[in-house]
């Protein structure tokens, strides 16, 4: 069964440097999501995009966070300049078309800021 | 916005007894609610979901109820399992297709 993959598994970072994190959505997948979940609290969302535009996105997605589709298989999430409070587990998300609500998870990348 | 409460937050049952965890909503225009099992470290994954036209829905050991009126619903696992225990999340989705989130329950099952 296809599954939504992610890349780093975990990624440690200093304070101000830029990071990248990277999935790959379900192939036949239209709609893709990011989420953060901070340690041992709910997860939360940061992002929806769809036909390469960002359609929805949270307060907690500010001017230093962007989304990326640069080829037809990877969706990336960027942070310009990573702070403390940034460090949490980040989930991508795909869905399949505009009748299907499930949404299907990637394993996370743990985002360690020092 | 949305707005998903739950409880409890933890949980704890013996083995073969079941568990109950209730989620609130307060967006009426809502009308699909997943619920989600993560175990430590991995991925939140689906395990049983409930549209608004429906008000249970069944599989194996789980089930789902939702009172829209009332705007809950809750989940409810029999003959529970040490296999069972991890956190549970509740979440609330309307047009925009976007789950709010329930700040989740931890179930312990002891053997």
């Known amino acids: 069964e296809p599954e939504v993959t992610q890349t780093p598994s975990h990624q440690v970072t200093q304070m101000g440097q830029e990071v990248i994190l990277r999935c790959v959505p379900i192939?036949?997948?239209?709609?893709f999501y990011w989420y953060r979940q901070i340690l041992g609290q709910k997860v939360e969302f940061l992002v929806s995009?769809?036909?390469?535009?960002?359609?929805?996105k949270s307060e907690i997605f500010d001017d230093q966070f962007s989304v990326e589709r640069p080829d037809g298989s990877n969706f990336t999430l960027k942070i310009r300049s990573t702070k403390l409070e940034d460090s949490a587990m980040y989930f991508c998300?795909?869905?399949?078309?505009?009748?299907?609500?499930?949404?299907?998870f990637g394993p996370g990348t743990r985002l360690t800021v020092t | 916005g949305e707005n998903v409460e739950q409880h409890p937050s933890t949980l704890s049952v013996q083995e073969g007894d079941s568990a109950v965890i209730k989620c609130t909503y307060s967006?009426?225009?809502?009308?699909?609610f997943p619920w989600y099992k993560q175990e430590l470290g991995k991925r939140p994954q689906l395990i049983i979901d409930?549209?608004?036209?429906?008000g249970e829905k069944k599989d194996q050991r789980i089930a789902v109820t939702l009172n829209k009126t009332a705007k809950h619903f809750s989940l409810h696992i029999t003959e529970t399992q040490p296999e069972d225990s991890a956190v549970y999340f509740c979440?609330?989705?309307?047009?925009?297709?976007?789950?709010?989130f329930g700040r989740g329950t931890s179930l312990i099952v002891h053997p």
């Open positions: 979440a609330a989705a309307g047009g925009s297709y976007i789950p709010t």
């Open positions: 967006d009426s225009a809502s009308n699909y």
């Open positions: 409930i549209r608004s036209n429906v």
């Open positions: 995009f769809y036909n390469n535009e960002i359609s929805e």
């Open positions: 192939s036949n997948h239209l709609y």
């Open positions: 998300a795909s869905r399949k078309g505009p009748l299907s609500y499930e949404q299907y």
